[in-house]
């Protein structure tokens, strides 16, 4: 074979190859699959441990939460953030669309399921789905049981994170002890002694 044949025959079964990814990546889109495909792709970068929350955040640089938060329950309940008031918070913005918040949800999950018990520490997940059936939908196919809230109002600009997903910790005596942009593994020894101390 000659070395014009060889080349001519790379160049086609590399647009072969490029076709098909570009196939499956497209079918996977209009599917509406590639954000969970994303998701799980990058929960197994969260399995390394390598991205976690600081939880080291000195005293003097906490923030005051804002608790002026108006919120929708999963069965349409009208109430607000300070209903929680007092309470260890774990607080995150997510969103069905968002691949790092689909691959952290497992883990925010099994965390939940060790707490759901304790009346001192609460779960506001906080959906920011335009349309709530979509996160309803999501959670409800996933099995997962924590407590979905939608944003009734305006986001306090406490919490003016553009980043999705975003968590924040706040202590019972309305801190912010924590905050975290992006995705993050809290299903840690290190996190649950965290929120135990508070």
Known sequence: MTDQKKKSFFSKRDLIEFGVIA???????????????????????????????????????????????????????????????GKTIFLNFWATWCPPCIAEMPNIQKLYEDFENQDNIVFVML????????????????????????????????????VVPTTYVISPEGNIVMEKRGMANYNTASFRAFLNEL
Do not use: C
């Open 23 to 85: 196939g499956v990546a497209a079918f996977l889109y209009l599917m509406g699959w590639h954000t969970e495909v994303i998701g799980t792709l990058q929960r197994g970068l969260l399995a390394t441990g390598i991205i976690r929350p600081d939880i080291t955040v000195d005293e003097s640089e906490y923030l005051r939460a804002n608790y002026n938060m108006p919120l929708l329950s999963m069965d349409g309940e009208r109430m607000s953030l300070q209903d929680f008031e």
């Open 127 to 162: 959906s920011l789905d335009e349309d709530p059936d979509k996160a309803r939908a999501y959670m409800a196919r996933k099995e997962f049981t924590m407590p979905v809230y939608f944003l009734a109002g305006r986001k306090p600009g406490t919490y003016d994170s553009t």
